[in-house]
Nanobody, 121 residues
Framework: VQLQAYGGGLVQAGDSLRLSCAASERTFSSYTMGWFRQAPGKEREFVAAIWWGGGSTNYADSVKGRFTISRDNAKNTVYLQMNSLKPEDTAVYYC???????????????WGQGTQVTVSS
């Protein structure tokens, strides 16, 4: 599975961005999709995920209520709508995929190349 993440950029605190991740896999609907991020000098952390089986979602506490993950199986694409962005959201954001898994926070098999999100104060 090849994943292509895009949509990052430089925004101000309080602004919104929508990240997209396009997958090459025809059976995209069978993949649990996740977003992770890595800030400079920090380990990569879980952000959000959406289950393959029916749209159930899971969020890190730090983004709950501000970020929304969604998917369009017809377009083989997963989205991350990010609202009320904060400087601490600055990171490289990665999308990830794993097939037929109910576990959403770890164990991903495929990773995209990352897209930079920078939030200025």
């Amino acid at each position: 599975v090849q994943l292509q993440a895009y949509g990052g950029g430089l925004v101000q605190a309080g602004d919104s961005l929508r990240l997209s991740c396009a997958a090459s896999e025809r059976t995209f609907s069978s993949y649990t999709m996740g977003w992770f991020r890595q800030a400079p000098g920090k380990e990569r952390e879980f952000v959000a995920a959406i289950w393959w089986g029916g749209g159930s979602t899971n969020y890190a506490d730090s983004v709950k209520g501000r970020f929304t993950i969604s998917r369009d199986n017809a377009k083989n694409t997963v989205y991350l709508q990010m609202n009320s962005l904060k400087p601490e959201d600055t990171a490289v954001y990665y999308c990830a995929a794993k097939q037929y898994s109910s576990s959403m926070r770890s164990g991903y098999s495929y990773w995209g190349q990352g897209t930079q999100v920078t939030v200025s104060s």
